[in-house]
């Protein structure tokens, strides 16, 4: 009888002993696993390792352009790259402007995607590693290629129509010129002006915003879901405001005015405008 009462603490005991010994048997295997192959028949194992190793190695190999020092690529030293501005920057852009490898329009001391692909197309032509930023050896090798920037350049004169200069940001590239004093658009390539239309801006509540913009996007029939009303032929340039074809502009002229958009009111030029505009070009809304 006390054999059975002590039967279920055996029980218990016997199944801890179980226990531990398949932990201590899993431990054991995995310490063989991992152990490091012995010299005597392990010649596949090793093989299999090192293949395995080599094959890892391989992947993690990566072409860099100069030497490597340890484990770590030296790259040349930046003198400007992506996100640097300023004069110096203007002339390397006015240089790569002079090889044709950048538009006039990207020249404007920001150091941007244009100008980086632009350095790149240069360091390919040059046989030097495209590392899309300016270092010792492009910076040498750019000017010797090419002639110090003149001051026109440099800074290309801003284009005079009656009289009067229009602002100096519609001097170079592609540019939809926007004069609020004499509430005229002009579209202007290089600095040559090659179309001009009337056009009229927001009520004092809903401004007309001044400043340097870009052509974001293009709606050819576009419908205001704000206003419910039509807008064809729309290039915006900031937030909800665009260049666009207004009837009402065209019906009232000046007696009315827009919610914040550049109205046009001249459909063939607005249609032709809208055919030559790309977007990324220029939107410089100012006061004469």
Excluded at 246 to 254: L, P
Aim: hydrophobic share 40%; net charge positive; with cysteine.
């Amino acid at each position: 009888m006390r054999f059975f009462r002590k039967a279920p603490a055996f029980r218990h005991v016997l199944a801890a002993a179980v226990v531990t010994a398949a932990i201590a048997a899993v431990a054991g295997a995995g310490t063989t696993a991992t152990a490091a192959p012995s010299s005597t028949g392990s010649t596949g194992s090793t093989a299999s390792t090192a293949s395995t190793a080599s094959t890892a190695s391989t992947a993690e190999l990566k072409t860099v352009p100069f030497e490597v020092s340890g484990e770590l690529p030296i790259y040349p030293k930046a003198l400007w790259r992506n996100g640097s501005s300023g004069a110096d920057v203007r002339k390397v852009e006015a240089r790569l402007v002079q090889l044709k490898l950048l538009t006039k329009q990207y020249q404007d001391d920001s150091f941007g995607t244009m100008t980086r692909a632009a350095v790149k197309k240069f360091q390919t032509a040059h046989g030097i590693p495209p590392l899309g930023y300016v270092d010792q050896n492009t910076w040498t090798k750019l000017t010797a290629a090419t002639h110090e920037p003149t001051q026109t350049e440099l800074f290309p004169p801003a284009p005079v129509v009656d009289g009067k200069k229009l602002d100096q940001r519609c001097a170079t590239g592609v540019a939809l010129c926007i004069d609020k004093t004499s509430r005229k658009l002009r579209y202007v390539v290089d600095g040559v002006v090659k179309m001009t239309m009337d056009v009229r801006f927001g009520a004092q509540k809903t401004a007309t915003r001044e400043g340097g913009f870009t052509v974001g996007w293009k709606s050819i029939d576009h419908v205001s879901k704000l206003y419910d009303s039509k807008m064809p032929y729309a290039m915006f340039f900031s937030g909800g405001q665009a260049v666009h074809y207004s009837s009402d502009f065209a019906a009232r002229g000046y007696a009315g005015a827009s919610h914040g958009c550049v109205n046009v009111r001249d459909l063939t030029k607005i249609k032709s405008l809208f055919a030559q505009v790309h977007v990324g070009d220029k939107v410089i809304v100012y006061r004469s």
